[in-house]
């Protein structure tokens, strides 16, 4: 019976991004999917790279910077391997927020500077502040993600979902409907499917096409976020809902939304919706990820990235990639552990 060293259960960016780098380091790896491969959240993201933004938990600060920092190379090696540009850009974001908010290396804007940089913006009574954080097109990131994967005959199985995955011997099991598969190690890497302490959390967001040039900076505000890409198209999002795995896309939410927007960019308000859709992101309680060893031998978990699993897809590949081959993490990852909901039970949802 063929066997792997890795089966990685998912795959969505966090699973393919892996796939990659552990068959960088020379793994022989196979990726499952219980649908077809990146069509999930990482394909639904706005693809903001935000490490440092106010709502990104302190403790993952420094993952997420480290992230970041690997993004520009990622990128690159995707769009490369690939044949998929990604558009990877690095203009900075306009945050609208009240003074007592922004964090302290947020640099505020004045009204000229902002006039200047950015001419059709209103501030609809926030302050503005610039920061240097790029972005990239999430659909067009996991695509190149994929095709990187086949290029580089890594097998990729779409619409076999994993049933279960069990340790057996020295080895592990994974079961799928018709099958069962081995492997040294398996990561699961399911997303908002991984099951409890992993929640869906809900987005909905949308597509216009307005005349050209309105925005090129991504802007932040409290109530909304637009993510202009290079194509002309621009992004408005996004709700967080706890509504289970639902994915529908209420038009009175998409037009809620695209009021809030037009607050700062008023021709958003007549652009035409070219796309609307919801994504379910892997939420958890505390909104950190889950990376680590599992309490089954040679089992590991790489969820529960939230609003950030599209920054954080390198360095969580990379931390993986060095514990599947029993080395330690080059970062601190204690407050990710899998075990920290069964040490702290008072923290599991619902609680
Ligand atoms: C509206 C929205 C906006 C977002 N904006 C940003 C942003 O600006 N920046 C950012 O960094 N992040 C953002 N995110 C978050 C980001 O999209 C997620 O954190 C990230 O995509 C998670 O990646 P993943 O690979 O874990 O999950 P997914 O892409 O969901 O992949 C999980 C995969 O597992 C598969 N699966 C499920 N069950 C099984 C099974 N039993 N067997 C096999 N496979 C299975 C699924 O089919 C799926 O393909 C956003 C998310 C949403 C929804």
Not at 172 to 184: Q, S
Not at 250 to 270: D, M, T
Request: net charge negative; glycine share 8%; with cysteine.
């Amino acid at each position: 019976m063929k066997s792997w060293d890795v089966i990685i259960a998912g795959a969505g960016i966090v699973g393919v991004s892996l796939a990659l780098e552990l068959s960088e380091r020379g793994a022989s790896v196979l990726v499952l999917d219980r649908g077809e491969p990146g069509s999930e959240a990482s394909s639904a993201a706005a693809g903001m790279l935000a490490p440092a933004d106010p709502e990104t938990p302190i403790p993952l600060r420094p993952l997420a910077m480290e992230s970041a920092r690997m993004f520009p190379a990622f990128a690159q090696k995707l769009e490369a391997a690939g044949k998929i540009q990604v558009d990877f850009r690095r203009v900075g974001t306009i945050a609208f927020l009240t003074d007592a908010a922004a964090p302290k290396d947020y640099r505020s804007l004045s009204p000229t500077e902002l006039q200047r940089i950015e001419p059709s913006l209103h501030t609809a009574g926030y302050s503005a502040f610039f920061v240097q954080e790029d972005s990239v097109d999430p659909y067009l990131l996991t695509q190149a993600a994929l095709a990187a994967a086949r290029n580089l005959a890594i097998e990729v199985r779409g619409h076999m979902a994993v049933k279960e995955i069990r340790g057996h011997d020295s080895a592990v099991e994974v079961l799928t409907e018709g099958d069962t598969l081995t492997a040294a190690s398996v990561v699961d890497c399911r997303g908002a499917w991984f099951g409890a302490p992993v929640r869906p959390r809900k987005g909905q967001m949308f597509y216009v096409q307005p005349l050209s040039g309105v925005l090129q900076h991504v802007l932040r505000a409290p109530e909304v976020y637009i993510v202009p890409r290079s194509s002309g198209k621009i992004l408005i999002g996004a709700t967080v809902e706890d509504v289970g795995f639902d994915k529908s896309v209420n038009p009175s939410v998409i037009q809620q939304l695209r009021s809030e927007a037009a607050k700062f960019v008023p021709a958003l308000s007549s652009a035409e919706i070219t796309q609307s859709w919801a994504g379910l992101r892997p939420g958890t309680p505390d909104d950190l990820p889950i990376l680590g060893p599992t309490d089954v031998a040679g089992v590991f978990a790489a969820t529960g990235h939230f609003r950030n699993g599209i920054l954080l897809a390198p360095v969580t590949a990379h931390i993986l990639a060095n514990l599947v081959a029993g080395r330690p993490s080059p970062i601190d990852i204690r407050a990710f552990s899998p075990d920290r909901f069964r040490q702290h039970p008072e923290v599991r949802p619902g609680a």
